[in-house]
């Protein structure tokens, strides 16, 4: 003990509890509150200033402490030590070599024998500050390289609806950096109608913790009220106390180009490079869904079976450019012809066929006769003539057999042809009933 601590306390602090504190890896001192004079302290009170034991004790807070100047605001700071349980102080003291140690200190008050004293708990913080400060440094280069990696970042604090927008994002999206109103029906407003039910779902799934993480495609308004193609992907990054989503954090990558280009893969995988029309995959899956539909609904489907009249000839005489141009017009008379529910697809050379959901075999049949007088008064003056022959059929609900449908409109063609062509004939099978 030193011969400046009060005599009070030199009877009550056993040599083993000085032990103790002198083991501690914060410093400890023992403060008279009236003047801010320092009358005990631990070992580590003086080493972390690089003083000895009486150098600290001839030192007051005011000499110590880089942020309280002058006794008025000692006397402030110690009666807010006196109101509370425990008074914490951000500071810096300063060392006896001239630099800052940066510290926490947490005060409290007590009373011996009628004198009063501030305890205060010193941590050295420096490496703290100095980590928190790499950590910010290196969250500001990791949130500047995601920005740059992507074409925009967002920030969502929940409670409030607030809503942050990256320079990217709103550059994407041909707005200003000071446009685009930070709240979340600024995003959700420009979803694109057909998109916004499934982008809400994913990110609402991911809130409840029933994904790991918010991703989706969708398309968004530009400010020309042009849609771009977006990737999406997002994360819980905190939480509330009770347990709930505070902030969600995602970043946007424009993909239009890449969707652009899958769209046309599409396409072609679908669709008939020469008319335009479904190909015979693209039809058999329609024809198969419709088929599963009417069997659930028990509804109607009817099926034509088309064949270009002589077309051999026409290949023969006037070659196949010729031929082609024969089919592309049968094919865009059959499509300005058919209805909405309707579909036409090319099934094969100059073969196509015709599936139209909820239509009986009365109907069916003036769907038929109507594309046979389309191309006959469209392609009258043609050379070669251009006509077509067509066979129908019809089933309806569990009666509805896909391969069946087929092999009768395809028996319905062959009479239609060996009849004399440029006409409509029906299925056997349809013309029994």
């Known amino acids: 003990?030193?011969?400046?601590?009060?005599?009070?306390?030199?009877?009550?602090?056993?040599?083993?509890?000085?032990?103790?504190?002198?083991?501690l890896a914060d410093a400890v001192y023992l403060i008279d509150p009236d003047t801010s004079n320092?009358?005990?302290?631990?070992q580590k009170a003086w080493e972390s200033l690089g003083l000895s034991r009486e150098d600290v004790l001839n030192h007051s807070v005011l000499s110590l402490q880089m942020d309280v100047h002058g006794l008025p605001q000692w006397g402030e700071i110690a009666s807010a030590i006196r109101n509370s349980q425990c008074f914490r102080f951000i500071g810096r003291h300063r060392h006896q070599h001239g630099h800052e140690v940066q510290v926490e200190v947490n005060t409290t008050h007590f009373e011996l024998d009628g004198r009063a004293y501030f305890l205060s708990i010193a941590r050295d913080t420096t490496n703290r500050v100095a980590q928190d400060a790499d950590v910010n440094n290196r969250e500001k280069q990791l949130w500047f390289?995601?920005?740059e990696a992507s074409d925009?970042?967002?920030d969502w604090e929940v409670a409030t609806g607030k809503l942050f927008f990256s320079p990217q994002l709103k550059r994407m999206l041909g707005y200003g950096p000071d446009e685009m109103e930070?709240?979340?029906?600024?995003?959700?407003s420009n979803v694109h109608p057909e998109d916004v039910t499934q982008v809400m779902r994913a990110l609402n799934e991911h809130m409840q913790g029933k994904r790991s993480r918010y991703e989706a495609e969708y398309r968004i308004r530009n400010r020309n009220g042009h849609y771009l193609w977006v990737q999406e992907r997002g994360r819980v990054c905190e939480f509330a106390t009770d347990g709930q989503p505070a902030r969600v954090v995602g970043m946007v990558q424009d993909i239009s180009n890449r969707k652009q280009l899958e769209l046309l893969l599409h396409e072609?995988?679908?669709?008939?490079p020469l008319t335009g029309l479904a190909n015979r995959r693209e039809g058999s899956t329609y024809l198969e869904a419709q088929v599963e539909l009417c069997h659930r609904l028990n509804l109607p489907l009817g099926l034509a079976f088309i064949d270009i009249d002589h077309f051999k000839s026409v290949n023969d005489i006037h070659g196949h450019m010729t031929g082609d141009v024969v089919i592309q017009q049968v094919a865009q008379i059959l499509k300005?012809?058919?209805?909405?529910?309707?579909?036409?697809?090319?099934?094969?050379?100059?073969?196509?066929?015709?599936?139209?959901?909820?239509?009986?075999?009365?109907?069916?049949?003036?769907?038929?006769?109507?594309?046979?007088?389309?191309?006959?008064?469209?392609?009258?003056?043609h050379v070669p003539p251009v006509t077509i022959s067509l066979g129908v059929t019809a089933a309806t609900g569990k009666e509805i057999n896909q391969t069946q449908?087929?092999?009768?409109?395809?028996?319905?063609?062959?009479?239609?042809?060996?009849?004399?062509?440029n006409r409509v004939e029906l299925a056997p099978a349809n013309k029994q009933n």
């Open 1 to 23: 003990m030193s011969d400046t601590t009060p005599p009070q306390l030199a009877s009550t602090i056993l040599p083993s509890a000085e032990l103790l504190f002198d083991h």
């Open 38 to 42: 320092i009358v005990w302290g631990n």
């Open 145 to 147: 390289a995601l920005n």
């Open 152 to 154: 925009g970042l967002w």
């Open 182 to 188: 930070p709240v979340l029906e600024t995003w959700s």
């Open 268 to 272: 072609h995988a679908s669709n008939d």
């Open 336 to 381: 300005n012809t058919l209805r909405a529910s309707d579909m036409a697809c090319r099934w094969g050379g100059e073969e196509f066929i015709v599936i139209s959901p909820n239509t009986n075999l009365e109907q069916m049949t003036r769907v038929a006769e109507k594309m046979r007088l389309a191309v006959l008064q469209s392609l009258a003056d």
């Open 405 to 421: 449908l087929i092999t009768d409109a395809d028996a319905a063609l062959y009479w239609a042809k060996q009849n004399g062509r």
